[in-house]
């Protein structure tokens, strides 16, 4: 990810431009997005610029109403720019979603009750014409589940899987049509602390041995460092770019116990950015557990 920045003047100052002209994965140039119903108009972003280079994991972080998803919505085609343009691998986002270049998982895993894991998985396949438009070398439904940590639970259907699990199968759902963007809105939200914790690490492991660009929403500041290289903070009335922060951690060094002291700096950053007190940045005390094992 690069970028520089205009001096315009003071409130240019916060909007980033690409310095790389080579294909990105997504080139986001002065986006402003308006939507107008008949009680009022809302600028859910206005004037957001940066770039995302292939093969980068960028955390989208922000406070609820600041436009996350609708920044997501707008790469995924789903929703229309006001103003400004944006580029997906090169090309318009219709032309990027029309040839499955996208995979999206919401916080929401959406599993389809009477199918199981496999078959959930499968679905995207089944509805886009079958596993011969895929790319040679793609894995199948049954290596994904394996690669999201669910060889075994092929045959178990979603009611009898944890949050944990069907937001598992529903990241194999969206890679299965080998996207080289995923975009994901706030996929662990719902989920409890430990579990949480758990799929950021194993998302990591995804995305370091895929290779897929990621384009990550959340309103964690914890969550947007461990897992992103960059961090764009976005503020809200209206949506725009507030700061990026770059993660320049190793990433092989962080691991669970690791996270809270190396990252400590950047999250501090960050949560002065959103104006929030982040009491998770306090100096690591150690703790013990009873089993004997050192909590973070
Ligand atoms: P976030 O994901 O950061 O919580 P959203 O992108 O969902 O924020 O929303 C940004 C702003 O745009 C909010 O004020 C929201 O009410 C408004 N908004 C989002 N979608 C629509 C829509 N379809 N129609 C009208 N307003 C919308
Ligand atoms: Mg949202």
């Keep these: 990810m690069r970028y520089g920045t205009t001096n315009r003047g003071r409130a240019a100052k916060a909007r980033l431009i690409p310095v790389l002209a080579d294909a990105s994965a997504i080139d986001c140039r002065d986006l402003t997005v308006r939507f107008i119903t008949e009680r009022r108009t809302v600028t859910a972003l206005e004037r957001v610029s940066f770039t995302l280079e292939s093969g980068g994991f960028l955390s989208l972080l922000g406070p609820s109403g600041c436009g996350k998803s609708t920044l997501l919505r707008v790469v995924a085609d789903l929703v229309p720019p006001s103003h400004g343009t944006i580029s997906v691998l090169g090309a318009r986002p219709e032309q990027a979603r029309r040839s499955r ?8 895993a959406a599993l389809l009750p009477w199918r199981t894991a496999l078959q959930n998985v499968e679905l995207p396949l089944e509805v886009g014409g079958g596993a011969a438009a895929l790319p ?15 060889d075994g639970w092929e045959t178990s259907f979603p009611h009898e899987l944890s949050g944990g699990m069907r937001q598992r199968v529903s990241i194999a759902r969206a890679l299965v049509s080998a996207p080289r963007i995923l975009l994901m809105d706030e ?11 758990r799929l950021n690490e194993e998302l990591r492991r995804i995305w370091q041995e ?34 990026v922060i770059s993660i320049d ?6 691991s669970r116990s690791a996270k809270p002291s190396r990252s400590c700096g950047s999250r501090a950053r960050c949560a002065r950015c959103l104006g929030v007190d982040d009491g998770r940045c306090r100096p690591p005390r150690q703790r013990t557990c009873r089993g004997g094992s050192a909590l973070p």
């Design 210 to 243: 895929t290779r897929t660009t990621i384009l990550f929403v959340t309103h964690s500041v914890y969550e947007s460092i461990f897992l992103g290289e960059n961090v764009l903070v976005l503020a809200a009335n209206p949506g725009r770019v507030k700061t």
């Design 136 to 150: 040679k070398g793609a894995p199948t439904p049954r290596e994904l589940l394996k690669l999201v940590g669910l």
């Design 249 to 254: 951690l190793p990433k092989r060094a962080i």
């Design 187 to 197: 996929p662990f939200g719902a989920l409890d602390e430990i579990t949480r914790d």
């Design 101 to 108: 270049a996208l995979g999206f998982v919401f916080q929401d």
